[in-house]
């Protein structure tokens, strides 16, 4: 895996996690528990949500097998609801202000909802580890790499939540909201690219291979 690959994974990976946007989200769902717990707190809910993504990442595409689907729709599918979930966070209600919303309505006392889902461990997330570790098509170390990277994100992800009030005093909820929006751009173009290479998977289209570097 070269580091362009590398590089896309990653920004995948944070995007659809998205752990600036899951900030509101932490502080609201500590506000009724002790200071001396909220560090116990956020490491409880990334717990969750790494399980939740790990098994997706061992287990999720023996399930589409089972289940006698192809790869290629599910890449196809993934990417429209990628795409979807993009243009949520563009043009509708941000997510921290949808997910503080919901946490009211259901009177939040833990840390399984919705901080560890749909929070960090975001139906997104799920679709995009099940898409970059392809059984059929990425080397084991390959996939050993990805499942690096998604620890590599959910440890920033639990960084940025322990430290989640001085990064909010910083920003503020307009600049979460503004941080969210520019990820959802850049989701929405993975996404496309996501449908794209699931036709090319399927035999739909032929893509011409990406030039790398200039004449």
């Known amino acids: 895996m070269d580091w362009t690959s590398l590089t896309r994974e990653f920004v995948t990976l944070l995007v659809v996690i998205d752990p600036i946007g899951t900030i509101p989200v932490f502080l609201f769902a500590v506000q009724s528990v002790p200071k001396h717990l909220h560090r116990l707190f956020a490491i409880r809910a990334v717990a969750i949500a790494s399980l939740v993504l790990f098994a997706f990442l061992v287990g999720g595409q023996v399930l589409l097998e089972t289940l006698g ?17 993009a243009m949520m966070m563009v043009f509708g209600e941000s997510k921290p202000a949808r997910e503080i919303e919901e946490a009211g309505r259901d009177h939040l006392s833990g840390a399984v909802f919705p901080l560890a889902m749909p929070s960090i461990a975001s139906p997104g997330a799920m679709l995009a580890i099940v898409v970059l570790t392809d059984n059929h098509t990425e080397p084991l170390a390959d996939q050993a790499t990805t499942a690096g990277l998604l620890g590599l994100v959910l440890l920033l992800t639990l960084g940025v ?25 850049i989701l929405a173009t993975i996404a496309v690219d996501a449908v794209l290479g699931g036709l090319d998977a399927l035999g739909v289209l032929e893509l011409a291979p990406m030039s790398v570097g200039i004449e």
């Open 161 to 185: 939540l322990l430290l989640a009030s001085a990064i909010h005093r910083l920003i503020g909820n307009t600049g979460a909201s503004v941080i969210s929006r520019v990820m959802g751009i």
């Open 69 to 85: 689907l192809r790869l290629g729709s599910f890449q196809v599918a993934g990417g429209v609801v990628l795409f979807l979930f």
